[in-house]
């Protein structure tokens, strides 16, 4: 069983930065695919950004070139720099863990992150 903790949401004018971190409880974190997702009221939760237990990382277009996200293993925990905020980035953003093998998902319980014009 993994369990995730969001940490670092907020409120923070358009073109200003946070950094989310997700800390992980459990086994075998180093081989989890982690990822962030929002979601906006009214919306859909979608991909924001994800990493592989090798590294590899994906992100939505909306976010490329803006967005980091990172992972140390050492300490369980998963980051999301997010950089040159826009009003439109404002969500609840979860993080969430794949067991790659068994494929079993975990999710954590969101932060908000309010950015405001």
């Known amino acids: 069983q993994v369990q995730l903790v969001e940490s670092g949401g907020g409120l923070v004018q358009a073109g200003g930065s946070l950094r989310l971190s997700c800390a992980a409880s459990?086994?075998?974190?180093?081989?989890?695919?982690m990822g962030w997702y929002r979601q906006a009221p009214g919306k859909q939760r979608e991909l924001v950004a994800d990493?592989?237990?090798?590294?590899?990382?994906t992100y939505a277009d909306s976010v490329k070139g803006r967005f980091t996200i990172s992972r140390d293993n050492a300490k369980n925990t998963v980051y999301l720099q997010m950089n040159i905020l826009r009003p439109e980035d404002a969500a609840v953003y979860y993080c969430?863990?794949?067991?790659?093998?068994?494929?079993?998902?975990?999710w954590g319980q969101g932060t908000q992150v309010t950015v405001s014009s």
């Open positions: 459990g086994r075998l974190f180093s081989i989890h695919t």
């Open positions: 990493i592989t237990g090798g590294g590899s990382t």
């Open positions: 969430k863990g794949r067991n790659p093998h068994s494929q079993q998902e975990y």
